[in-house]
């Protein structure tokens, strides 16, 4: 009797032996069920009418995630991929994402921190991001009410597309640390403000769509970081031509002088008897401003309120063709 227990012994520590061996390193399980993954860099989770993401282990090394096309509506890695190059995660139902590693993922997995208090408090702690290297993060057509969480860690991203979502401010610190951005997709949202600082140091920005958003007016200091070949986009807004814009209308004629920032469709909503106009062909008059006659006099006051270290045109009375002279005033 206790002869072939012995021997059942032996031979299930010889399996266990050999499997070991063979199995080492472990082969790394190498695609979530249902997924493509053409190479060991790509996991296509597109189109499978996924309401939760896979949680597997070649997520937190993929280079390319694409969970595009399903029913998602939260996304989170538990720990970080620092491999992680693009991350697609169009066409789902996401309201609300953050690329900060969740610490109590155990509890809170998808526990929502309201900004921007919150946010600013992350900020001020340090905060581990679970996609640093990203290159690309597109999120199009979701159901986003703010920008994503945390995107400061991710300080090598060059295309952000939230484009066809429910974002309706951009604030001073959404975007800051992404100092590689080249293009940022908004349009189709519900953006009726934009902080003056939202795109303060994002010197390498090529595009910046806005168009069909709920914008009525801008400060030009918004635009004046991206410098040289910034193209915007402005269609679709309900822009509101009165005096107020007539300082954003003498940087769009200076910078269509110089062929700097490119300004796209900056078309007029209101009032109605400028409805249709393009902003840049309007004279300040046009706008409701004081005209040159009016600022000639002596005598002529005029109050101006500058943003620290920010950059003001102010109009000169003699007009050239159809161009505004102006100064380039740097505040102190
Ligand atoms: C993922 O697969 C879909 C087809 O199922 C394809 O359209 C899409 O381009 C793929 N994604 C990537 C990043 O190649
Ligand atoms: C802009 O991008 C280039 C290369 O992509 C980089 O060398 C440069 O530092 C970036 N600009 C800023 C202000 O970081």
Redesign the pocket.
Known sequence: MALPRQLGLVVLLLLCGTQGRWSSPIPLATCPEACVCPDRTQINCSSLGLSVAPRHPSMSRTADLDLSHNLLRAVALHRPNLELRALRLGNNQISYLSLCLDMRSSDGGGRRLRAPEAWRNQRSKRFVSWAPSLLLLSMEKNRLAETPRGLGGSRAL?VLQLSYNQISTLDAGDLEGL??LKELHLHHNLISSLHPQAFM?L??LTVIDLSFNLLMSVSPATFLSPRVGLEVRGDGNPWRCDCEMASLKRWMALDADRDQRLWLDMVCFSPSSLAGRDLLQLREEDLGCPGPSAQNRPGFHHDLTVDQGSTVLLPCSIEQGSHLLGYVVDSV
């Open positions: 060059q100092w590689q140091g010197t390498n």
